[in-house]
């Protein structure tokens, strides 16, 4: 949960913002803006080699979208975007009240209630989810990637109607790679010797998960804050270990390892620990040396492979 101090502060930088239209510093280009990095790296796709377009990321900088806060710079290019992306979700709680006080209307598209019956809701049980949460990593699904692709290639041609034919031709090439993908995770669904993993961790691939019908175990929900499991947790995980002969303990990409280690250690084994990356805190540097949302999405694949006993 955001803060109150926080919006307190979002509604005085944005007092202080002068009211600017996006040609008075940008020139004439569409400006697109987006939240995290699976959004801007679909919207990078779409557009592809089409001009006047200019797009952004806001959470570049390795922050953990979590415990992401706008600078009085992103302040300005929300405002002044012509378009702006987001998911919608719980760590988006800070969007409603920048839209709410900016000096004027921001075409803005959640992408989270788009999805509907694609959106999960969390359920009480050992991950600790409450009643009426919704997981907002919707990225962490191909199904959900493809139709916030949709989503998105429609909010840009509405904004450049004149590229219809280039971004839906974009769309659908990138589209066609999903299904690529897609293939490879049947594939190793076909070959799992396993259908169950272990996260020691907080644990944001729900959708990954229940898309390809993997069991999980997990220390902490999605969007828990908490970084110490209690004794119970490590032992019902250290429980797992043994009793499903995993052959993998899986982490996220932030994981300093400690627990999982604590689990091997309650359980009297000694088993790889591999990560999973949940593209949550991706930097501009990742993204300038090749990082994309497919690569990140194959490096997953061949990871779960290994924890679910392809041969």
Known sequence: MRKIAALILICLLFALLPACSPADEEGTDIQIVTTIFPLYDWTRAIIGDAEGFSLSLLLDTGTDVHSYQPSARDLIDIQNADLFLYVGGESDEWVEEVLAQSHTETNALPLL????????????????????????????????????????????????????????????????????????????????????????????????????????????????????????????????????????????????????????????????????????????????EGYTYLSDMDSNLTILQTALGND
């Open 113 to 288: 209630p788009l999805l509907k019956g694609y959106a999960e809701e969390l359920t009480p049980g050992m991950q600790g989810y409450a009643d009426g949460a919704t997981d907002e990593h919707i990225w962490l699904s191909l199904v959900n990637a493809a139709l916030s692709m949709e989503e998105i290639t429609k909010a840009l041609i509405d904004l450049a109607p004149e590229a219809a034919e280039s971004l839906t031709k974009n769309k659908n090439d990138y589209l066609l790679r999903l299904a690529e993908l897609s293939d490879g995770y049947q594939a190793m669904m076909d070959h799992a010797a396993y259908h169950t993993i272990l996260v020691a961790d907080r644990f944001p691939f729900r959708y990954l998960a229940e898309e390809w019908n993997i069991t999980y175990y997990a220390a902490f929900p999605g969007c828990s804050a908490e970084t110490e499991a209690s004794f119970e947790t490590v032992a019902t995980l250290a429980d797992a270990l043994v009793q499903e002969k995993l052959p993998v303990i899986l982490t996220t990409e932030s994981s300093d390892g400690a627990l999982a280690k604590t689990i091997m250690q309650t359980a009297g084994l000694d088993v790889p620990v591999m990560a999973l990356d949940s593209m949550q805190s991706v930097t501009s540097k990742k993204i300038s």
